[in-house]
DNA sequence: TTTTCAAGAAATCACGAAATTTTTGTATAT
DNA sequence: ATATACAAAAATTTCGTGATTTCTTGAAAA
């Protein structure tokens, strides 16, 4: 956002769902258009616009005359998430298994290698951090691959305003961004089981990746740092 | 929409969603804020802003620089909403077995009840179009309180916004608004399965009371008629 | 110290006009 | 007759303004 050009309105639109997914405002804090008209040179009405349109999409509150705010986090939300993440991943994967063709085996295999490559190198890594943004978008497409073949966009669409309220809430409660070490071998797990079409398999490999944000909530976990 | 006073924006967005929802736009029907202004008595930006707000959760198209559309229908979109409705409804509803109380059991036969009291009524009516409106509100009193209890506000949230799409489609393909004879014996058999704790039951029937839809798609069903 | 209240500051909301883009209709050329 | 170019009309998007509401501040009273 340095062009002096005003950005289209849908340019403004993913920027700002990316920075509210990303962490970049403080849960609870205030989403003012006057304040973030400059951020991107436009209008407040504008803004206000986009808001409008990202509340409904559970990306921010919005209460009458009270304007917008970042959504409070709290477990009890991320326990709904995860939940309905799984239904929904093992419904889309138990789909693309029944339909994908070998294009689809093909492009789940290239987005798992992408992902595996950066795991393996944020593994030996003290820090992080300088993975994440790379390694989010990695980890999105290989889900989103999963599920690509399934043949409900319904359920794809659905399943994507999930995973990112799902990440919303990761960032802003684990500052890790959800990375373990223990993801690798379980991506693997959903890989292997989604290639030799085992449904059942998947689906378990689906439940065990995510169950522990299930049990991070339950208080079972107590270690959530990567390494 | 009588009043001259303006409404407030929550009421013209309920009014709009409720006029989309009953079929009140054809399909492909082009909405313009400068034309809907007239019929609430307000500005076309707030009615911009309110066909927003309704294209995030899908019951109107939107195109940048192109405006707003009344979704077109398609056997494909009611086939997937049918899907994903079932996959929500019987989540929720085995969530609600395993939590509900003695008070949720009250409500699920209180709305049943009413439910019945109507249905019987269509059934021996030669035209069912004076029930519809509260037909329609039944039907979803039924099926929202079978989820009230799953303890998921999430997964209530997008099951809402699942079951009004699928209403939107079913009217706009079948002007009976989803009502059939069979529908009496169907919510029955959901109701005593619900009540007698039965999982896999109460799975069943309401994938019975929905498969109905997913056989229509497939050219499997020829008579939709009520009674 | 805590509570109440009022004045000032700040933000939200609805509105309509200006600017941009798309669509429609007509004339011209191939 | 079909296709292209251009102009007029219509629709969409953007943006600034004023009215209304909410939030903040601080002084007075309990």
Same mark, same amino acid.
């Given at each position: ?27 609870? %804090? ?12 436009? +209008? ?28 409070? +986090? ?14 929904? #991943?093992?419904?889309? !994967? !138990? $789909?693309?298994?029944?339909? $994908?063709?070998?294009?689809? #085996?093909? %492009? ?11 795991? *393996? ?30 043949? *409900? +966009? ?14 919303? %809430? ?47 909530? !339950?208080?079972?976990? %107590?270690?959530?740092?990567? $390494?």
């Amino acid at each position: 956002m340095i062009d002096t050009h005003a950005p289209s309105q849908n340019d403004v639109y993913l920027d700002m769902r990316n920075r509210l997914i990303s962490g970049a405002f403080s849960p609870g %804090q205030k989403l003012m258009p006057n304040r973030l008209k400059a951020d991107y040179n436009t +209008s407040a009405s504008t803004i206000r616009e986009i808001l409008f349109r990202m509340s409904c999409e559970g990306f921010v509150d919005f209460q009458e005359q009270r304007g917008f705010r970042c959504p409070q +986090s709290s477990e009890q939300k991320l326990l709904e998430l995860t939940h309905l993440r799984i239904l929904l #991943e093992c419904e889309g !994967a !138990a $789909g693309s298994i029944r339909n $994908g063709d070998v294009e689809w #085996e093909a %492009q789940l295999n290239a987005s798992h290698h992408k992902l595996a490559h950066i795991e *393996s190198k944020m593994k030996s890594s003290d820090d992080i951090t300088p993975f994440v943004t790379v390694w989010s978008r990695s980890d999105w497409e290989f889900h989103r691959t999963l599920l690509s073949a399934c043949g *409900s +966009s319904l359920l794809i669409e659905t399943h994507k305003g999930i995973y990112d309220r799902f990440r919303q %809430q990761v960032v802003s409660e684990l500052r890790t961004f959800g990375f373990r070490a223990e993801t690798i071998p379980e991506h693997k797990a959903i890989l292997d089981a989604a290639l030799q079409r085992d449904i059942p398999g998947c689906t378990k490999a689906i439940e065990d990746h995510l169950r522990v944000y299930r049990d991070h909530v !339950a208080g079972k976990v %107590q270690g959530f740092s990567a $390494g």
